[in-house]
């Protein structure tokens, strides 16, 4: 018969192996099929499996980024109302919620995901943490939202900035997300207003991002100006910030 410290060393073996498998195939099925709600439900559902909420932040958080958002912000300004502000694909991130805070200028915030999840859990966590506004009149607010159809919860022209942060490149590297990239493209350039901005945040090179942009763009019914930053280097990894918005020329 084995021992009782054999049985021991057995099953935490057994455990690590169960874990590895796990992380194993959570990543498998990320990178499978970035472009499903399940996946997504499942990743946040195991990011917060031991209830220790920390936001999730793809890429980089706002303060790497926020010199790119909030001059938009700011002289795009309307006095006579808020600003509406989305965040498309928010996931738990807190870069919905800093532009809210740090926001000179009224915003009213929609950070929206397909995931039921992280809709949730941002709900809960911002219920108690949440600063207050730099702006008292400014709002966030966390909705459950399929961003390929944007025209279903805005009106044509209502937003004054769009912000994705890795949610065309999950699309794009998914093997059922591209023609979804494209739509969110698409319904992005339809709800924005003339003098708005949607801001792509990418560690894609500009040779292949610029290209698709392009490709995408005219099938819209509304011509595209885009604009190119170098964000910087990241452990490693180059990102960029691709600025598109509507043309000054159209009619």
Known sequence: MMSLRRISSLMRSQKKAAQRWHHTSLTNDLIENMDKKVTWDRFYTENNRKGNFKNFEW???????????????????????????????????????CIYTHSQSAVNVTCADISPVAVRLMQ?????????????????????????????????????LIVDKGTTDALVRSKMGQAKAGQI??????????????????????????????M?????EVAVDVGLWEVGELRGVTYF???????????
């Not at 795009?76 to 808020?82: D, F």
């Not at 207003?193 to 040779?207: I, K, N, T, Y």
């Not at 995408?216 to 819209?220: M, W």
């Open 59 to 97: 890429f980089f958080g706002f303060d790497s980024v926020k010199e790119y958002i909030l001059p938009l912000v700011q002289t795009t300004c309307n006095t006579n109302s808020p600003l509406h502000v989305l965040d498309i694909g928010c996931g738990t991130s807190a870069m919905g919620p």
């Open 124 to 160: 809960e966590h911002v219920g108690s943490t949440l600063p207050q506004p730099r702006n008292p009149s400014s709002t966030v607010v966390f909705r459950e939202m399929d961003c390929t159809e944007l025209e279903g919860y805005f009106g044509p022209r209502s937003l004054a």
């Open 185 to 214: 493209l698409k319904q992005c350039l339809k709800v924005l207003r003339p003098s708005g901005s949607l801001l792509q945040f990418s560690d894609e090179d500009p040779d292949a991002r610029l290209l698709w942009l392009e």
């Open 216 to 220: 995408e763009s005219q099938d819209s």
């Open 241 to 251: 910030c691709y600025h598109i918005s509507p043309s000054v020329n159209q009619h």
